[in-house]
């Protein structure tokens, strides 16, 4: 998917809502574990149920890992039932990737290739042979770890080098980068006050924004410095919407909180659209 198709389709569903599904067993409701794939019917119905509200989902790898081949199973249905049925919808392979060159390539090839996901998400510790390998493929997107939501996240990111605090390096080197274009950045929630420095080095480039719900971030307080005239953001809560209900009914609630955060969203674009 290119970023004008991802951003008409924000504009038509009046939206950046990114759903996370990082699938826990011990938490999905327990009627489902009868069924022969717990994980993806789980998926299924809240992607039925929220497809219309969000713009991409995002399965955090790490939680089909955890169960070996099944897991991996589960995520590859998952991916191929959102391509075919809702094939507008943006996706993103939480995997934070990133190795030496020939490997990152193998990386590259597992996501985007094999199980064909618009995006991935790559640490930039290795540097630019390690995420270039990513950036050469066409209308796929690079999101790269900038500054995250974790409370550590500024133990390395937050370091003053010579110039600027290290995150800013990254942004600043990356977009020196083969293919810049294909890159996206994730900017943790939690840490809105830094948005409006961040937007002074990447003003153009799409935001991936987890933290909002369960991590406790503030949507409007990061849409004040972070949106841009295409948007520019991708708003990210799993939890927080997934784990809503845990009865017959999970995929009714998860709607709900979808529908809240959705229109928020919309009241968000509206007052930009006015200036
Ligand atoms: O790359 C990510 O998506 C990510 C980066 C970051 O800085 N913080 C962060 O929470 N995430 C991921 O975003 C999701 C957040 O989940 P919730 O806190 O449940 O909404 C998880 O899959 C995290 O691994």
Redesign the pocket.
């Known amino acids: 998917m290119n970023k004008l198709e991802l951003i008409s389709q924000i504009q038509q569903k009046k939206s950046f809502l990114c759903i ?1 599904l ?1 699938v826990d067993l011990a938490k999905i409701p327990t009627h489902l574990l009868s069924e022969s794939d717990p994980i993806f019917e789980f998926n299924k119905q809240i992607i039925d149920a929220t497809h219309h509200l969000a713009v991409a989902y ?1 399965p ?1 790898t790490a939680f089909y890992e955890a169960y070996g081949i099944k897991g991996w199973v589960a995520l590859e249905k998952t991916i191929n039932y959102i391509n075919e049925k809702y094939p507008e919808i943006f996706t993103i392979a ?1 995997a ?1 990737r990133g190795d030496i060159g020939n490997t990152s390539t193998m990386y590259a090839k597992a996501f985007f290739e094999d199980l064909n996901f618009d995006s991935v ?1 790559v640490a930039p510790y290795m540097g630019s042979d390690s995420v270039e390998p990513f950036l050469a493929f066409n209308n796929k997107h690079t ?1 790269l ?1 900038a500054l ?3 409370k550590g ?1 500024l133990d390395f990111q937050g370091l003053k080098t010579d110039n600027s605090e290290l995150y800013k390096e990254v942004l600043k080197t990356a977009l020196t980068w083969k293919n810049s274009e294909n890159l996206m950045f ?1 900017v ?1 929630a939690t840490k809105a006050e830094y948005f409006k420095d961040i937007r002074q080095i990447v003003p153009n480039h799409f935001l ?1 924004v ?6 406790g971030g503030n949507l409007q307080d990061v849409c004040k410095y972070g949106l841009n005239n295409n948007c520019g953001l991708l708003i ?5 919407i997934i784990y809503a209900g845990n009865d017959k009914g999970f995929a009714l609630k998860a709607k709900d909180e979808a529908f809240k955060l959705q229109q928020e969203m919309e009241q968000i674009l509206h007052k930009k659209s006015q200036g």
Request: aromatic letters at 0%; proline letters at 4%; charged letters at 20%.
């Open positions: 996370g990082d995002k955090n939480d934070k998400t999101i770890l995250t939501s974790n996240g994730v943790g991936l987890p933290g909002v719900g369960a991590q990210n809560s799993s939890r927080g």
